[in-house]
């Protein structure tokens, strides 16, 4: 993907949370600006990507970027989500444990399924699946070689019942949104009464993110990520559709020491270059640990 972008691909928008057009520029990273809304504190990327822009971000190049093995190419992506299948699972599982404690068994909707892996993991707790995927690469591998009932529509094009779900999963989605409060509005409408969605979404407010600055992961993906909640922020977002927030909780993965250690090397080089020579002669590269930097979150909130 070039790293310039025509001017004429960038669109103004308001704050999606309350609507105002006051903002503050908090910081700019490769020619686009992340602002902070003067009436809400929601931070989002304005001037933004339009949506048709956007949705060509992720093609089969997303789910294997070279940044993530020390290239000089645009950070967004992931650097081989295929072969990191049962890293990630093991991380879906964790995540399965808590809903299955807040909600009953039965149908179950994942917005943004991508390659479908969650999906295989609800099934294997015995809910009734259904997926949602806009790129028609993950789309077409969760369709195809997985064979899982994915549709390649956003949520609001798919038009369920109102009423259909009794759990809504939407992880690592809601930051790419175009319009995050209409989808969590009709994700609302498609759950049942007492029906759970769980949100998973780097939290701007946590201690690394404040840290770090510029330099944290999260914000570097400006093409992709346009808007970048907190805690607040997404309560205010979530109560002000009609769901009560049960839990959150910080949302670390699982990771081999290796795969670990290539993500190290985009902070501190120098540092990780030592980790990865002590794990390669200890014979801990193919070990898995799980990893969490508490700079994301797991939300969960029912519907009234």
Not at 211 to 220: M, P
Not at 273 to 302: N, Q, W
């Amino acid at each position: 993907m070039a790293k310039t972008v025509p001017k004429d691909d960038f669109k103004r928008v308001r704050c999606n949370l309350c609507r105002a057009d006051s903002s503050r520029t908090a910081m700019r990273i490769d020619g686009f600006s992340i602002v902070q809304c003067g009436k809400c504190g929601l931070k989002y990327v304005n001037p933004r990507l339009k949506e048709g822009v956007l949705h060509r971000i992720y093609d089969e190049e997303y789910y294997r970027n070279t940044a993530f093995r020390g290239s000089d190419a645009v950070f967004y992506g992931y650097g081989e989500y295929l072969k990191d299948e049962q890293d990630i699972k093991a991380t879906f599982r964790r995540r399965m444990d808590v809903i299955g404690r807040l909600v009953r068994k039965g149908n179950l909707l994942d917005v943004g399924c991508a390659t479908g892996f969650f999906l295989e993991v609800a099934k294997e707790r015995g809910w009734k699946v259904q997926g949602l995927e806009l790129s028609r690469f993950a789309y077409g591998y969760a369709k195809r070689k997985r064979n899982l009932p994915v549709i390649n529509r956003t949520l609001e094009q798919a038009n369920f019942r109102e009423g259909t779900f009794d759990a809504v999963t939407i992880f690592d989605v809601i930051e790419h949104l175009p319009d995050p409060k209409r989808t969590v509005a009709e994700i609302h409408r498609v759950l049942r009464k007492g029906g759970i969605v769980a949100i998973t979404t780097p939290d701007i407010g946590s201690l690394v993110a404040r840290l770090l600055g510029k330099r944290w992961e999260e914000v570097r993906r400006v093409r992709e990520h346009i808007y970048f909640f907190s805690e607040e922020t997404l309560r205010k977002m979530l109560e002000s559709v009609g769901f009560e927030v049960l839990k959150v909780e910080t949302a670390g993965r699982y990771f081999s020491v290796k795969s670990a250690v290539e993500r190290g090397k985009l902070y501190s080089r120098p540092v990780f270059s030592v980790v990865e020579a002590l794990a390669k002669a200890f014979g801990l590269m193919g070990r898995k640990v799980y990893v969490d930097p508490r700079y994301k979150m797991t939300i969960y909130a029912r519907k009234k």
